[in-house]
């Protein structure tokens, strides 16, 4: 009797309409644990088919199965799920060691994490190297500013390794000892750091002036619509061409609705780039 599956080698076998009815014939059912634990018997011994090997996927599949991933996280009930899945199962000594990461290899591997994160072994366990590092909160017995120490989890280790390596060089994943350090940090959850000193173009006062010059030479009129102007919009970005900032030339009165529908909204006949050339009608 031939016992090779009928699908075997097989590839795009059903329509999208057929796999679309499918999923949802099968949606919300759930397997018994006697289909399951027939399921599990019968994959018993078998040796999977990509053990030992690698490069087994193309750089377009590689890209594809990146791309369909990218955005997706798991909902809360997955999380649950997973942490329920996962309680009381405890890592062996054998994977510990394993995967464990000294110092050394850290500054070898990941240099700029090593540049901005101070770290040292645990000195209540000599030999084990498990590594500690300071809690950001300058407000925690943990944190440098009070010479503290705490082992930080996997996942935040990793987190903040991936933040500081990112080849875009953003910073985050910040390391909290506990959840209330997180909550009271000033730093936690904002994208500028308040301690940093911004230069800008120009001060409150000199844009005052610039803005009044401007609405005065065109009769306080927004030169878009004819309607009273209140703004003053630079017709060269003051990010991109700071040496422009306070030059009355470089300024067009609007009243507030045309200046962020030609002044500021991107994909418009009058951007940004074109009233710096005055092409807006």
Known sequence: MNNIPWNKGKTNIYSKETLEKMSISQKGKKQSIETKNKRSNSLKGRIPW?????????????????????????????????????????????TRIKFKISITKIKTLYPTFAKVEEMRYNPDKPGEKEIQVHCKNHNCVNSKEKDGWFTPKSQQFDDRKRSIEHILGHDGYYFYCCEECKIECPLYNIKVDPNKIIKKPSTSSEYQTWRNEVLKRENYECEYCGEPATHAHHSRPQKLEPGFVLDPDFGVACCEKCHYKYGHKKGTNCSTGKLANKMCN
């Open 50 to 94: 990509n053990k030992g090997k690698t490069n087994i996927y193309s750089k377009e599949t590689l890209e594809k199965m990146s791309i369909s991933h990218t955005g997706k996280t798991h909902t809360e009930d997955s999380i649950k799920k997973m942490s329920k899945s996962q309680k009381g199962h405890l890592v062996s000594e054998k």
